[in-house]
């Protein structure tokens, strides 16, 4: 079956540099939301779109936005990134609000 | 606003022994879903099993139950028969709003390691 996917699987950055994250979700999934992940602790929700439109929003930096296009995949735009922004950034996708399947994550180092 | 609390830092069990790692929630809602990921040191979240709150019987999926206790507001993942492979992190995670609704973030508890000794 297919699955959540992401790119790239792993990025280097070095401070205030700009990073974009892709995600494609699973076909005919309708939400795709993104979570950052810093080491050691629980995944914390950033943004999710429903349909293509922004449903929610958490605690997403100012300096982040994202958004989904036509073909229902999601990038994650980060600017000015800042050391503490090093961590594991899932995308997961539902359908109809169900069970949410996450990718194999983004794992970002910044330098 | 929801909070899960996983009390259990850590746990150990033996080889093809069974295991309950614990989850407790607090939410206001009335319609709201339970979730447990595994989390290899790897790194991926594997979606385990999903319980909604107005179902009835408790969700099992292979050797994962979940034992729901509404009125405690506890959501236990049981592990039956633990094998190797299962030594990993596991969060509990709650969505709020029934399914087929547009909004469904996850809100996560810290996670218990568990391993499996053989």
């Given at each position: 079956a297919a699955g959540v996917i992401q790119s790239p699987r792993h990025l280097i950055k070095e401070k205030r540099e700009t990073a974009t994250l892709k995600c494609y979700p699973i076909p005919r999934h309708d939400t795709v939301y993104w979570y950052q992940q810093g080491p050691g602790q629980d995944p914390q929700f950033l943004i999710s779109f429903y349909e293509k439109m922004q449903s929610d929003k958490g605690s997403i930096p100012d300096r982040f936005s994202a958004q989904q296009f036509s073909d229902y995949h999601s990038e994650l735009n980060m600017s000015s990134l800042e050391l503490g922004d090093s961590a594991l950034y899932f995308c997961a996708s539902s359908l109809a609000n169900y069970e949410q399947y996450f990718g194999p994550g983004t794992r970002l180092t910044v330098t | 606003a929801q909070k899960i609390t996983q009390t259990q830092p850590g746990m150990f069990v033996q080889e093809k022994e069974a295991v309950t790692l614990d989850c407790t929630y607090d939410t206001s809602d009335q319609s709201y879903g339970l979730f447990w990921y595994k989390q290899p040191s790897s790194g991926e979240m594997i979606f385990l099993i999903y319980q909604?709150?107005?179902?009835?019987?408790?969700?099992?999926?292979?050797?994962?139950?979940?034992?729901?206790?509404?009125?405690?507001?506890?959501?236990?993942?049981?592990?039956?028969?633990?094998?190797?492979?299962?030594?990993?992190?596991?969060?509990?995670?709650?969505?709020a709003g029934a399914g087929g609704t547009s909004y469904g973030k996850l809100t996560f508890g810290q996670g218990t390691i568990l391993t499996v000794h053989p």
């Open positions: - | 909604g709150s107005y179902d009835e019987q408790n969700a099992t999926e292979g050797r994962y139950s979940l034992n729901f206790q509404k009125a405690r507001k506890s959501a236990n993942l049981v592990i039956s028969a633990s094998q190797l492979g299962d030594s990993a992190m596991y969060f509990c995670a709650m969505r």
